[in-house]
């Protein structure tokens, strides 16, 4: 009996391992990207797998109440519900979310039955957070996903962080970033808040919010007029330079749109260009607004100019969310995208696809998204391990659309969402099943199972082809089966094995054959776009008209370091939640004293879309006429802002016009 | 000499995994973490003091000094609370048991292993400074060249 | 047993052996009521009481003790009986002569004291940037 | 407020302010004796091998000490008048705060005492004794004023020099 187990943290994109012991967990300290260190959500890991309230019966609605029914028969009722919808109304009428929590094989093979049951709507809450990433660096790179290692920072002589709260979000990151400090390195970090982040910086610039573009192109302005751009760089790498136009972007003029002081902005610059080793580090700062895909552009834009990228050291790294974001966005689990990032708009590269799945057709152009399900005339809806209700503001408000047609939902634990649904499945939590998960840094790593899971919870992917098998399709129940077909359709994966990623550390894509390293540092040579270039793209600022005479305040949103998401899992762990029990509203000490808020007082934040409730909490720390409200709580969601980008479909939750006024 | 938890405030993050840790392998947290002015994160813990108050007024011997450590014996312990009252650092709690930092027993404590930031080192005081006095001079000796 | 009201500092050590022995707290004062009771436990009670506050001895009747809690100089909390910190001070002070000014703080305070001081240079340098 | 200050470029690492420092702390203030004490060090002349130099570190007597912050005993005091940071010895508790804190890395531990030990800038002294034994005259002790005084002038006399060349 092998005494402990090593697994991968279910909580953020990381991918810290650490072992399962029978009773309890321990460090692993020869992890290469956490080095046995662990942060509080990973070290209250194990209360989510250990808890009362897992669902462990399948479960039908019947009336008013929920009956404990046999797999048998759930699986049964989800084929017949998926028929009818198909048989009545097309497959229009039907659609899946897959999960950013789950492995690569659950979300391949989900993703799959979607589209071989002729849609494409799919999605996963990647649309959420990274989808202008994903839009923006396919585009101009070639590969949609970070470019360097996490570990890597520490090489680096300049780190960018670019809306990210990174010490609290993904604090094993800090790790890296403090040993480039110690190595000499100067950290930027640009953020309208004074986080733990920003303490870490040389220079922080507190910067109006939606500010980025003309920052960064206030930036390639001073970098050009230096001199410090990297000439060789941009001829032999690089096209669409000569139309990349910033000379209105003086530091002068950016001064007066981004609030920060000129010198400041040229400091940057040239602290970024002159570095032998420059780093970007974005997250949701900068891709939830309705320009985010133009601000990941942007900000590759700098890179490129400057030559920073495609070395050691030297790149973008985009910090996703959950432990398997990239690698359900790297299997298609998205209404834009099928499996190797194939666009749903190209005949020819799904033809692979078709041939090697031996179907038929397979649908063409842009499925529906989360946001769109609520309105659309949808039959049937299968949810994976998402609590959209909770994580989704468009669903959140218009929760009651869902329920038109049949709804399942497989989960650990009864979310809200899984409140709204006919069926409800009990899944196997991560340590409870196998197969990879891929960090935000491209690491694919196995997880083995640990764990018997709770009464009759089963792995989603038995779930899966339990219903497949009902459909008259036959999909792999073993998640080395399915990692085998995944070598096949995505070519990034296809040396990847059980053995290679279940190594200590595991396997860093692309890995091409199964001999093959691994690649940290991409586009050392050659960009993955056709042309083997980097694509220079011109964005411009647009001015961010969200304040009004009755919303005369900004709404910021983000995440805390004791809680993670829509809460489902850190809400039922103890000792997270009696360190930070309630929603928060942070704001300025002279707002508050205009306002009337003290302290403490029990506010009502109120945007165009709704209001809320939360605790003022005033901190000079937090941004004039701004305020924050962490998003893991309810309240958050229901006042966060509709707009949409519409190149990627990412809602605009960072910011929303808003006011404040003391009152329960 | 032994080595002790030493903490550099400027890299702590203040995510508090030190506090969590120590609670999931004691029961209760014996670090706790607080910000101060939102600009900066503290742990605290026992310092192992050398010359400890907290042995100076233990009558029943249950917290004695053993080496550089303060060692605390349970079965010795009469719950009577004056610990608390002599310690310095407010380190020392009282719930049914007294709760204090034990350096986890033998090999790296839990808060040290699991702190992402490196804020926390057991190290010994002399290999402590020693690298505050080169990162000193490295830093002098830099700007001269 | 028999306790000496003029020794007996209101720490809670007695109260931790012995079942017959209890400890209320309220705002200001700390009481503890001595009921009469088993006497095999006097012994034990004896080598527990830091201040030599108990000796043998029959008692017939309960006997309650009123102590002063002390607050706490910077919230006000009451922390400890004033007889406690007496005790406290006394004891270290002869093996060291120490300034004790931790002394009138609550360990909740002293923590907080503690973090402040050592968050100075960091917030130094971070509330200029 | 009188001050030491080091001037690095002209340490060459001969240690006698370590020396010095040993003898004037010893009982019997002289080499012998202080070597047989086994005296403990209060400044060091640390070697950066990247840059090839010696630099010595010792106590700065910071304003507004963190040592003196964090000292929760009082055993650690900044005299007002003269910026010197003092430590009482009888009063440490040993539970090196100070030296965690400490940017230099100069408060050290009194091996016997178990309590800490840093420079007291030798009060029965004029001038400390690092400083009088400093053959390259690298610690120079004197009010800051007069010390940037001096090195204005060394820099006036070098750019006096190189204009008087060009001519």
């Given at each position: 009996?092998?005494?402990?187990?090593?697994?991968?943290?279910?909580?953020?994109?990381?991918?810290?391992?650490?072992?399962?012991?029978?009773?309890?967990?321990?460090?692993?300290?020869?992890?290469?990207?956490?080095?046995?260190?662990?942060?509080?959500?990973?070290?209250?890991?194990?209360?989510?797998?250990?808890?009362?309230?897992?669902?462990?019966?399948?479960?039908?609605?019947?009336?008013?109440?929920?009956?404990?029914?046999?797999?048998?028969?759930?699986?049964?009722?989800?084929?017949?519900?998926?028929?009818?919808?198909?048989?009545?109304?097309?497959?229009?009428?039907?659609?899946?979310?897959?999960?950013?929590?789950?492995?690569?094989?659950?979300?391949?093979?989900?993703?799959?039955?979607?589209?071989?049951?002729?849609?494409?709507?799919?999605?996963?809450?990647?649309?959420?957070?990274?989808?202008?990433?994903?839009?923006?660096?396919?585009?101009?790179?070639?590969?949609?996903?970070?470019?360097?290692?996490?570990?890597?920072?520490?090489?680096?002589?300049?780190?960018?962080?670019?809306?990210?709260?990174?010490?609290?979000?993904?604090?094993?990151?800090?790790?890296?970033?403090?040993?480039?400090?110690?190595?000499?390195?100067?950290?930027?970090?640009?953020?309208?808040?004074?986080?733990?982040?920003?303490?870490?910086?040389?220079?922080?610039?507190?910067?109006?919010?939606?500010?980025?573009?003309?920052?960064?192109?206030?930036?390639i302005n001073v970098i050009l007029r230096e001199g410090l751009e990297s000439r060789s760089f941009i001829k032999d790498r690089t096209k669409g330079f000569e139309e990349l136009d910033v000379s209105d972007y003086t530091p002068e003029r950016v001064s007066s749109i981004t609030g920060l002081s000129a010198g400041d902005i040229v400091r940057a610059a040239r602290l970024y260009a002159r570095a032998r080793a420059s780093a970007i580090v974005y997250c949701m700062g900068i891709t939830q607004h309705s320009c985010g895909t133009d601000n990941v552009t942007a900000c590759a834009n700098l890179a490129l100019v400057c030559g920073q990228i495609g070395r050691p050291g030297s790149g973008i790294l985009p910090l996703r969310g959950q432990n398997n974001?990239?690698?359900?966005?790297?299997?298609?689990?998205?209404?834009?995208?099928?499996?190797?990032?194939?666009?749903?708009?190209?005949?020819?590269?799904?033809?692979?696809?078709?041939?090697?799945?031996?179907?038929?057709?397979?649908?063409?152009?842009?499925?529906?998204?989360?946001?769109?399900?609520?309105?659309?005339?949808?039959?049937?809806?299968?949810?994976?391990?998402?609590?959209?209700?909770?994580?989704?503001?468009?669903?959140?408000?218009?929760?009651?659309?869902?329920?038109?047609?049949?709804?399942?939902?497989?989960?650990?634990?009864?979310?809200?969402?899984?409140?709204?649904?006919d069926l409800v499945l009990p899944a196997a939590a991560w340590a409870e099943k196998e197969g990879t998960f891929t960090s935000t840094e491209r690491r694919v790593q196995w997880i083995s199972r640990a764990r018997e899971p709770p009464g009759e919870a089963r792995p989603d992917l038995w779930i899966l082809a339990e219903v497949a098998a009902r459909l008259g399709f036959e999909l792999p129940s073993d998640p080395e089966e399915a990692l085998a077909e995944i070598n096949q359709a995505v070519p990034a994966y296809r040396g990847i094995s059980r053995s290679n990623a279940g190594a200590r550390g595991g396997i860093i894509w692309p890995c091409p054959h199964p001999d093959h390293p691994g690649t940290p540092v991409l586009h050392t040579e050659r960009?993955?776009?056709?042309?083997?270039?980097?694509?220079?793209?011109?964005?411009?600022?647009?001015?961010?008209?969200?304040?009004?005479?009755?919303?005369?305040?900004?709404?910021?949103?983000?995440?805390?370091?004791?809680?993670?998401?829509?809460?489902?899992?850190?809400?039922?762990?103890?000792?997270?939640?009696?360190?930070?029990?309630?929603?928060?509203?942070?704001?300025?000490?002279?707002?508050?004293?205009?306002?009337?808020?003290?302290?403490?007082?029990?506010?009502?934040?109120?945007?165009?879309?709704?209001?809320?409730?939360?605790?003022?909490?005033?901190?000079?720390?937090?941004?004039?006429?701004?305020?924050?409200?962490?998003?893991?709580?309810?309240?958050?969601?229901?006042?966060?802002?509709?707009?949409?980008?519409?190149?990627?479909?990412?809602?605009?939750?960072?910011?929303?016009?808003?006011?404040?006024?003391?009152?329960? | 000499?032994?080595?002790?938890?030493?903490?550099?405030?400027?890299?702590?993050?203040?995510?508090?995994?030190?506090?969590?840790?120590?609670?999931?392998?004691?029961?209760?947290?014996?670090?706790?973490?607080?910000?101060?002015?939102?600009?900066?994160?503290?742990?605290?813990?026992?310092?192992?003091?050398?010359?400890?108050?907290?042995?100076?007024?233990?009558?029943?011997?249950?917290?004695?000094?053993?080496?550089?450590?303060?060692?605390?014996?349970?079965?010795?312990?009469?719950?009577?609370?004056?610990?608390?009252?002599?310690?310095?650092?407010?380190?020392?709690?009282?719930?049914?048991?007294?709760?204090?930092?034990?350096?986890?027993?033998?090999?790296?404590?839990?808060?040290?292993?699991?702190?992402?930031?490196?804020?926390?080192?057991?190290?010994?005081?002399?290999?402590?400074?020693?690298?505050?006095?080169?990162?000193?001079?490295?830093?002098?000796?830099?700007?001269?060249? | 047993?028999?306790?000496?009201?003029?020794?007996?500092?209101?720490?809670?050590?007695?109260?931790?052996?012995?079942?017959?022995?209890?400890?209320?707290?309220?705002?200001?004062?700390?009481?503890?009521?001595?009921?009469?009771?088993?006497?095999?436990?006097?012994?034990?009670?004896?080598?527990?009481?830091?201040?030599?506050?108990?000796?043998?001895?029959?008692?017939?009747?309960?006997?309650?003790?009123?102590?002063?809690?002390?607050?706490?100089?910077?919230?006000?909390?009451?922390?400890?009986?004033?007889?406690?910190?007496?005790?406290?001070?006394?004891?270290?002070?002869?093996?060291?002569?120490?300034?004790?000014?931790?002394?009138?703080?609550?360990?909740?305070?002293?923590?907080?004291?503690?973090?402040?001081?050592?968050?100075?240079?960091?917030?130094?340098?971070?509330?200029?940037? | 407020?009188?001050?030491?200050?080091?001037?690095?470029?002209?340490?060459?690492?001969?240690?006698?302010?370590?020396?010095?420092?040993?003898?004037?702390?010893?009982?019997?203030?002289?080499?012998?004796?202080?070597?047989?004490?086994?005296?403990?060090?209060?400044?060091?002349?640390?070697?950066?091998?990247?840059?090839?130099?010696?630099?010595?570190?010792?106590?700065?007597?910071?304003?507004?000490?963190?040592?003196?912050?964090?000292?929760?005993?009082?055993?650690?005091?900044?005299?007002?008048?003269?910026?010197?940071?003092?430590?009482?010895?009888?009063?440490?508790?040993?539970?090196?705060?100070?030296?965690?804190?400490?940017?230099?890395?100069?408060?050290?531990?009194?091996?016997?005492?178990?309590?800490?030990?840093?420079?007291?800038?030798?009060?029965?002294?004029?001038?400390?004794?690092c400083v009088n034994a400093c053959p390259t005259r690298a610690l120079i002790y004197g009010e800051v004023e007069e010390l940037s005084e001096a090195r204005r002038a060394a820099s006036a006399l070098k750019l006096a020099r190189g204009v008087a060349a060009s001519r």
């Open positions: 009996m092998i005494s402990r187990i090593p697994t991968v943290c279910p909580y953020c994109a990381v991918g810290c391992g650490f072992y399962l012991t029978r009773s309890g967990m321990e460090y692993m300290q020869d992890h290469p990207v956490n080095e046995g260190s662990l942060c509080p959500k990973g070290n209250a890991a194990l209360d989510v797998l250990n808890h009362v309230e897992r669902l462990r019966y399948p479960m039908m609605r019947v009336g008013g109440d929920w009956i404990r029914v046999s797999w048998g028969e759930a699986l049964d009722r989800i084929a017949e519900e998926m028929d009818r919808a198909l048989r009545e109304r097309g497959p229009k009428s039907i659609a899946f979310l897959g999960s950013a929590k789950c492995t690569n094989e659950e979300n391949y093979l989900f993703q799959k039955l979607a589209r071989l049951m002729g849609t494409n709507s799919i999605d996963n809450s990647a649309r959420r957070c990274h989808s202008p990433t994903i839009i923006a660096l396919r585009r101009i790179l070639g590969t949609p996903a970070m470019t360097n290692p996490i570990t890597d920072l520490a090489l680096s002589d300049c780190i960018l962080v670019f809306g990210s709260n990174l010490a609290e979000n993904h604090p094993v990151v800090a790790r890296w970033i403090l040993r480039a400090k110690d190595r000499g390195a100067a950290v930027i970090v640009a953020d309208p808040r004074v986080t733990p982040t920003a303490w870490l910086a040389d220079l922080h610039l507190q910067l109006n919010p939606g500010t980025d573009i003309a920052l960064i192109n206030g930036m974001v990239q690698g359900a966005c790297d299997m298609g689990a998205l209404a834009d995208f099928y499996p190797g990032w194939r666009s749903v708009d190209d005949p020819m590269a799904i033809d692979e696809l078709r041939r090697l799945w031996n179907a038929g057709t397979l649908p063409l152009g842009r499925g529906l998204t989360a946001d769109m399900m609520p309105d659309a005339d949808l039959r049937f809806l299968h949810v994976m391990g998402e609590d959209i209700v909770n994580s989704d503001p468009t669903v959140s408000r218009r929760r009651e659309k869902l329920r038109r047609g049949f709804m399942v939902v497989q989960d650990i634990f009864m979310t809200d969402t899984a409140k709204l649904a960009f993955s776009t056709p042309e083997g270039r980097a694509r220079i793209t011109p964005v411009h600022h647009t001015p961010l008209e969200r304040g009004s005479p009755e919303h005369p305040m900004i709404l910021l949103t983000g995440r805390v370091v004791l809680h993670y998401n829509s809460g489902s899992m850190t809400m039922r762990s103890e000792g997270l939640v009696k360190r930070d029990p309630e929603s928060h509203v942070d704001v300025h000490p002279e707002d508050a004293e205009q306002l009337g808020v003290a302290d403490g007082d029990a506010v009502v934040v109120e945007t165009e879309w709704g209001r809320a409730r939360a605790r003022a909490r005033v901190t000079p720390r937090q941004k004039r006429g701004t305020l924050f409200m962490p998003f893991h709580f309810p309240e958050t969601n229901m006042i966060a802002s509709e707009l949409l980008d519409r190149k990627s479909l990412m809602p605009e939750l960072k910011v929303a016009a808003c006011r404040i006024w003391r009152g329960e | 000499m032994m080595a002790k938890i030493y903490l550099d405030p400027e890299r702590c993050i203040g995510c508090r995994a030190c506090e969590l840790a120590c609670e999931r392998e004691h029961g209760h947290p014996r670090i706790s973490v607080g910000t101060v002015s939102d600009l900066a994160a503290v742990p605290l813990y026992c310092h192992q003091c050398d010359v400890a108050p907290c042995v100076a007024i233990c009558y029943t011997g249950s917290l004695r000094q053993d080496g550089d450590m303060v060692k605390f014996d349970s079965d010795l312990c009469t719950l009577c609370g004056l610990c608390l009252v002599a310690c310095p650092f407010g380190a020392i709690e009282l719930d049914s048991k007294i709760q204090r930092c034990d350096l986890c027993g033998s090999g790296t404590p839990v808060c040290v292993m699991t702190c992402p930031a490196e804020a926390l080192v057991l190290e010994d005081l002399d290999t402590v400074t020693r690298s505050t006095r080169g990162r000193a001079a490295g830093l002098l000796a830099a700007r001269l060249r | 047993m028999k306790i000496d009201e003029k020794v007996c500092i209101g720490c809670r050590a007695c109260s931790a052996i012995s079942s017959s022995i209890s400890i209320s707290e309220e705002s200001d004062v700390r009481s503890i009521t001595f009921h009469p009771h088993d006497e095999s436990m006097t012994d034990s009670l004896i080598e527990a009481c830091p201040a030599g506050a108990i000796s043998s001895g029959l008692t017939a009747e309960s006997i309650t003790l009123i102590f002063r809690m002390k607050r706490c100089s910077v919230c006000g909390e009451p922390f400890a009986t004033e007889r406690e910190i007496e005790h406290v001070a006394a004891r270290i002070s002869q093996m060291q002569d120490f300034q004790k000014r931790w002394l009138d703080l609550c360990p909740e305070c002293r923590r907080d004291g503690q973090r402040r001081s050592h968050a100075v240079p960091c917030i130094r340098i971070r509330g200029r940037r | 407020m009188r001050e030491i200050l080091v001037r690095p470029e002209r340490c060459m690492g001969c240690r006698s302010c370590e020396i010095a420092c040993a003898v004037e702390h010893s009982r019997s203030r002289d080499l012998f004796g202080a070597l047989s004490e086994m005296p403990q060090r209060r400044l060091y002349v640390e070697h950066v091998p990247e840059y090839s130099l010696a630099v010595p570190i010792l106590c700065r007597h910071c304003e507004d000490a963190p040592c003196v912050a964090v000292c929760p005993t009082g055993a650690l005091t900044q005299d007002a008048l003269t910026g010197v940071v003092r430590h009482n010895r009888d009063i440490c508790i040993g539970c090196w705060t100070c030296a965690s804190v400490c940017t230099y890395g100069v408060i050290g531990r009194d091996r016997r005492a178990r309590v800490a030990i840093k420079c007291d800038r030798c009060p029965d002294l004029d001038v400390p004794a």
